[in-house]
């Protein structure tokens, strides 16, 4: 075994994530001094597409200069619990069938 594909196995990094991207991450890189590639990278190991990715950015903070971030951990089971009780106290509480 090749050892890239050691040190991706001990990462937990799939082979269509860029080492190159954890890499820019870890460096505090800006979205937006990413090449295109790069940034398809980037928005692949987030699981969306650029052009959503951009869009909202665009929207929401009216730009692309965001630092990279690694991806959110998927939360456990017992906050997922916590978030559909608070969603449900929450359209409860306003009256939304």
Known sequence: MRIENRLKKLEGVRDDISIEILQLIKSGAFYDELT???KDDY???????????????????????????????PPTPEEMKQRIEEVEAYLLSEGVP
């Open 36 to 38: 295109i590639e790069q």
């Open 43 to 73: 928005c692949r190991y987030l699981n969306t597409d650029r052009i959503t990715f951009e869009e909202v950015h665009l929207f929401v903070l009216e730009s692309l200069h965001v630092r990279l971030e690694e991806r959110p951990k």
